[in-house]
């Protein structure tokens, strides 16, 4: 019993599969956000969905009561009345009313997207191929002159999994794995750079709420601040090719140290970093789940 509670709480602590967000089975709502902008978006959709539900109500209760009563028998002679102002001043100002309504927090939510609340420490830009992803990171401050760290992030092959560790398919999903992730540090507001090398393609992270084209010749900017640790998927989101559905985005949020310890080693032996970083990941779980049980104990004994 003891460690069966133990599991749950550690289960709890390690946010199930590991605080990744990605497609579930049946899932019909949003990914849970993982950045402010996100949130803001989950409640634009709930605050659109409150005026969704009235009017479609009202429609369906006109249309019925339309039905029954004027029908043939109930009203043998239709009336010929075809104007009626108190009605039309109502149909002209409740939608406009509606529609400032929702236009507001929408233009407010644009606004937001495209404008960082603080400056971006960190600028990544990201570059779609047919058909994976090549991510190109900013020299740090005063490290101008270190090893420039870019990689390519190709879909995980299934023969792939056994050596670099990713067998686990609840945490590297068919499809949407990858071999080397976005690595960024969590709590850090990133100015991300989109563009293609030959089609256009589009960068598409459902927990951050980004999604933008990825059009060669041209830079698009967005920016993100992931507020929890962990790994995110998403998809290129323009049919790009024959294996579109093949180029995954997986972003990995870090602590600050992994990702100041990935960074510095990465220029140099890349995946010598990643697997440093992953290890580090590993620790850090187990950890959490040694500090879990610990604190499961006292509970157990009262
Ligand atoms: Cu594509």
């Known amino acids: 019993?003891?460690?069966?509670?133990?599991?749950?709480?550690?289960?709890?602590?390690?946010?199930?599969?590991?605080?990744?967000?990605?497609?579930?089975?049946?899932?019909?709502?949003?990914?849970?956000?993982?950045?402010?902008?996100?949130?803001?978006?989950?409640?634009?959709?709930?605050?659109?969905?409150?005026?969704?539900?009235?009017?479609?109500?009202?429609?369906?209760?006109?249309?019925?009561?339309?039905?029954?009563?004027?029908?043939?028998?109930?009203?043998?002679?239709?009336?010929?009345?075809?104007?009626?102002?108190?009605?039309?001043v109502i149909w002209t100002a409740a939608p406009v009313l509606i529609l400032l309504l929702i236009a507001i927090p929408s233009f407010n939510l644009l606004t937001a997207q495209y404008t960082p609340d603080t400056e971006p420490e960190l600028t990544v830009k990201a570059t779609g191929y047919q058909w994976y992803w090549g991510y190109e990171y900013q020299p740090a401050e005063g490290a101008e002159d270190a090893e420039a760290v870019s990689y390519d992030s190709i879909i995980l092959a299934d023969g792939d999994r056994e050596g670099s560790g990713k067998t686990d398919l609840e945490e590297y999903p068919r499809l949407l794995a990858v071999d080397n992730e976005m690595v960024v540090p969590v709590d850090t507001t990133v100015r991300l750079l989109v563009t293609g090398a030959d089609v256009i393609h589009a960068f598409a992270m459902p927990a951050f709420g980004i999604k933008n084209d990825a059009v060669p010749g041209r830079i698009n900017e967005t920016w993100f601040r992931a507020e929890r640790e962990g790994l995110y998927y998403g998809q290129c989101s323009e049919i790009c090719g024959k294996d579109h559905a093949f180029m995954p985005?997986?972003?990995?949020?870090?602590?600050?140290?992994?990702?100041?310890?990935?960074?510095?080693?990465?220029?140099?032996?890349?995946?010598?970093?990643?697997?440093?970083?992953?290890?580090?990941?590993?620790?850090?779980?187990?950890?959490?789940?040694?500090?879990?049980?610990?604190?499961?104990?006292?509970?157990?004994?009262?």
């Open 249 to 302: 985005i997986a972003i990995r949020v870090v602590s600050r140290d992994q990702y100041n310890n990935f960074i510095q080693s990465a220029g140099g032996d890349l995946q010598g970093a990643f697997t440093q970083l992953l290890a580090s990941i590993e620790a850090d779980k187990s950890k959490k789940l040694a500090d879990a049980s610990v604190g499961a104990s006292p509970t157990m004994t009262e």
């Open 1 to 88: 019993m003891k460690t069966v509670l133990a599991s749950l709480l550690a289960v709890a602590v390690s946010g199930g599969a590991a605080n990744a967000a990605k497609p579930e089975q049946w899932q019909f709502t949003l990914q849970p956000a993982a950045t402010p902008i996100m949130e803001q978006i989950v409640w634009f959709e709930e605050y659109t969905f409150w005026f969704i539900i009235p009017i479609v109500l009202l429609v369906l209760f006109l249309l019925l009561f339309v039905v029954f009563r004027f029908r043939e028998s109930r009203n043998p002679v239709p009336s010929r009345t075809s104007h009626n102002t108190i009605i039309e």
